[in-house]
C-alpha cells in the first residue's frame, strides 16, 4: 500500500508533478539542499536528546549527519563550516532553553489505515504515515504532541499555525495511537540566525571558534527573538474536517492514476528559489542523470517500508 505523509500531501498540493518526480520515481537533486539537511541535523540532535543524550552527544549525532556532504571548492568548504556552526550553536541554544516536558514517546512512527468518514470503509491503497517529534503528558494527565521547527521568523511562522496541516494531521493519529483525545500540539521553535564571521576589505578575520562564541553569546542575549513554544489547540470540527479532506486525497489520487494524467502547477515553478525538477519538465537533455540520482525509499523521513 501507498502511505501518504504530511510532505507527501503537501508536495501534490504544490505541484502533482513535483510529487511524482520525488515519492514515485524516487528523484534526488545532488546539489545540497542545505534547508534540509540543516533540518536533518536538528531533529536528529533533538531526537538524541529526547531519548536522554547529553548536549554534547546531541550535538555530535547531529552534526554527523552533515559528514556525506564533500565540498568541491573554498567556497563550498566556507559554507559547510558556517553552516554547521549556525546549527550547532541552535541545538546547544535550543536544549537549554526549551522546557522539560514528561515524554510519553520520542519520534514515533506510525502507519494508519485511512477510513471513509461516513462508511467507516478502510482504503485499500493508502495509509496515513508519518513521525511525531514527541508526546507527552501534562501536569493534568493530558497528552500533547511536540513538534519541533527551526524557521527563518519565528513571527512569521506563528501565522501558519491556525491553518498548518502537520499539526492537524499529528494531532488526528496521535489520538488514533493512543485512543484517547489530543489536547493540541506544542510547537518548539528556533530562528535561523544569518550571521557570518567578521570580514575586513572582504576577508574574514574571525577564527570559527570565535564565531561560534559570538553567536553563541547572541542567541542567549535575545531568547525571546530566537526561541519560542506555544499550546495549539485543534478543535473536534478540525479534526473531522481533516479526515474528510484526506479521503477526498485518496479519491482525487484514484481519479488521477485513472486518467493517466500528471497535471504540472506551472505556478510554482519559480517560487522559492524555483522547482528543483524544472529542466526535467523542459525536457533539458541529460538533466536527469546529471542533476539527481534515485534514492532507496520514498519517504527519506521515515523508516517505515511501503507495501504491497
Not at 504544490?14 to 534547508?35: F, I, S, T
Not at 559547510?80 to 546547544?92: D, F, G, H, K
Not at 494531532?171 to 540566525?193: C, E, H, L, M, N
Not at 578575520?205 to 553569546?217: G, I, Y
Request: with cysteine.
Amino acid at each position: 500500500m501507498e502511505i501518504l505523509t504530511h510532505s507527501r500531501i503537501a508536495m501534490r498540493q504544490v505541484c502533482p508533478q513535483k510529487e511524482y518526480y520525488h515519492y514515485v520515481e524516487r528523484l534526488r537533486p545532488r546539489e545540497v539542499a542545505w534547508a534540509l539537511s540543516i533540518g536533518t541535523a536538528w531533529h536528529q540532535a533533538l531526537e538524541e536528546w529526547q531519548k536522554g543524550s547529553n548536549e554534547d552527544e546531541a550535538v555530535a549525532a547531529g552534526l554527523a549527519t552533515l559528514d556525506w556532504i564533500r565540498p568541491e571548492n573554498d567556497e563550498e568548504a566556507y559554507k559547510l563550516q558556517l553552516e554547521r556552526i549556525r546549527t550547532e550553536v541552535m541545538i546547544r541554544f535550543a536544549i537549554r532553553h526549551f522546557r522539560p516536558r514528561n515524554l510519553v514517546a520520542v519520534e514515533r512512527e506510525f502507519q494508519l489505515p485511512i477510513v471513509n468518514p461516513a462508511t467507516r470503509r478502510k482504503s485499500r491503497k493508502y495509509l496515513l504515515g508519518g513521525k511525531i517529534d514527541g508526546v507527552c503528558e501534562d501536569e493534568q494527565g493530558k497528552l500533547w504532541i511536540l513538534e519541533n521547527k527551526t524557521t527563518a521568523s519565528i513571527e512569521q511562522f506563528k501565522q501558519s499555525y491556525g491553518m498548518s496541516q502537520q499539526l492537524t494531521l499529528y494531532v488526528y493519529a496521535a489520538s488514533r495511537i493512543f485512543d484517547r483525545p489530543i489536547a493540541g500540539a506544542i510547537v518548539r521553535a528556533v530562528q535561523k540566525s544569518r550571521m557570518e564571521p567578521k570580514r575586513r576589505n572582504g576577508e574574514v578575520v574571525e577564527t570559527w571558534e570565535d564565531f561560534r562564541d559570538r553567536l553563541l553569546a547572541e542567541y542567549e542575549a535575545n531568547p525571546a527573538k530566537y526561541l519560542s513554544e506555544d499550546e495549539v489547540l485543534r478543535s473536534s470540527e478540525q479534526v473531522k474536517q481533516f479526515e474528510a479532506e484526506l479521503w477526498m486525497e485518496c479519491l482525487e489520487r484514484n481519479w488521477q492514476a485513472r486518467s493517466g494524467v500528471i497535471r504540472h502547477n506551472t505556478s510554482n515553478c519559480h517560487q522559492y528559489g524555483g522547482c528543483p525538477f524544472l529542466p526535467l519538465c523542459l525536457g533539458v537533455e541529460g538533466a536527469r542523470e546529471s542533476m539527481f540520482f534515485v534514492s532507496s525509499q520514498s519517504h527519506d523521513e521515515l523508516s517505515l517500508t511501503e507495501t504491497a
